[in-house]
């Protein structure tokens, strides 16, 4: 059996999600999802848990749901990325189909190349620009611009194209990128075009309770599961508590700059109200992603430590559920996989050496922070779709 890979989110499921996965599933036999968890890329919590959105996942065709570990999920694109590519190029995963905005396979990897062949001199010019004020993805894009004299390059989901193609190349993997136009909608678009809108969009209509708007844009299978939705603002209580009890801890949380620990600390002491917190922490030099993935990590207790042992990849993967293809595969493969599998807790201290348990453990304890406030079922088995 072929297995394609693709890289997800799903928060939530909608109609371009299943318009990817439609295109994704002609390149090879079955599908296997690398999803985020509980805490995603841009440093939010999931609108839904885990469990809900993998279930979405099936309901849709996914045939094999796998988990990226919050160490990977709530990081920036190179480190998401290329903890992602890892699990599925483990897991024997042949193709990997991803969305893009320029549908320019040969730029991509004539930019992924690039930042590998040429490393020091354009992380140094990313370094200057940084310097002199400028966000991370408008500095990337301006330094590549400079160096191929081409302009507006780069958007969100070629980022993350670009990011996964280098970790295929820096793996030394076999697997190929393929890639999927992104159409109609921008990844942070608000219209609806022919009943497809942004994941972002979603979660402003989820917000505001605009229920005849949410039902035209996600697949049924997807809008009979909605729940209570989750928002970070629900998590501050505990994030300032963090904050204000840690203080001389901040400095080491990953993702954190020298003076941003204060600052965030000052904001934390002055503003009850995380609107008014926020929105006084926010400075043009850092983008909401960077920012909410530092509080992320402050409330998560997300350090440099535990990121720079887990840059060379994961030895286990958290298997949230299966089709009966998905069955067969881990079946007939299990014996090529270059990781561990594992489809619950039972028998983890005969599976996993004592560092994988401490890394499954702060797994567990992440996804317990997130139920504080949006309380779910942890299942003990994966879900099973016949």
């Not at 909401?288 to 992320?296: P, S």
Request: charged share 30%.
């Amino acid at each position: 059996m072929r297995a394609t890979g693709i890289v997800v989110e799903y928060n939530p499921f909608h109609n371009g999600h299943k318009l990817h996965l439609m295109e994704a599933k002609k390149n090879g036999d079955l599908v296997i999802a690398v999803m985020s968890g509980n805490f995603l890329q841009r440093g939010e919590p999931a609108i839904y848990d885990k469990w809900t959105r993998a279930n979405m996942a099936l309901k849709n065709g996914v045939d094999l749901v796998v988990e990226l570990p919050v160490f990977y999920s709530a990081q920036a694109a190179e480190i998401f990325s290329h903890g992602a590519v890892d699990i599925l190029n483990k897991l024997g995963v042949e193709n990997l189909v991803f969305g893009s905005e320029s549908s320019d396979l040969e730029k991509l990897k004539k930019i992924a190349y690039l930042q590998i062949d040429q490393k020091e001199l354009v992380d140094e010019k990313i370094k200057q620009k940084m310097e002199e004020g400028i966000s991370y993805p408008n500095a990337i894009n301006s330094v590549i611009e400079e160096i191929l004299g081409e302009k507006g390059i780069l958007k969100p989901n070629d980022i993350l194209g670009v990011e996964y193609i280098k970790a295929i190349r820096k793996l030394g993997s076999s697997m190929e990128a393929k890639l999927i136009e992104r159409k109609a909608v921008g990844y942070h678009a608000k219209e609806i075009i022919d009943e497809i809108t942004s994941a972002t969009s979603i979660r402003a209509m989820v917000k505001e309770g605009r229920e005849e708007e949410i039902k035209k844009v996600m697949p049924r299978e997807s809008h009979d599961l909605l729940g209570t939705p989750t928002y970070l603002e629900n998590f501050y209580p505990l994030l300032r508590y963090e904050i204000l009890n840690n203080y001389e801890e901040l400095k080491f949380v990953a993702d954190m700059e020298i003076g941003l620990d204060n600052r965030v600390f000052e904001m934390a002491v002055k503003y009850s109200d995380f609107y008014d917190f926020y929105k006084n922490l926010m400075t043009k030099r850092y983008t909401n992603g960077r920012i909410q993935r530092v509080l992320t990590h402050i409330l998560l207790k997300i350090d440099k430590k535990i990121i720079d042992e887990t840059k060379i990849g994961i030895t286990y993967v958290k298997i949230l559920g299966f089709s009966e293809k998905g069955s067969r595969y881990l079946k007939e493969k299990k014996d090529t996989f270059r990781i561990k599998p594992l489809s619950g807790l039972k028998n983890v201290s005969l599976i996993l050496d004592e560092r994988e348990r401490e890394l499954l453990n702060f797994e567990i304890k992440c996804d317990r922070i997130y139920g504080i406030i949006n309380p779910y079922e942890e299942r003990k088995f994966p879900i099973i779709i016949k």
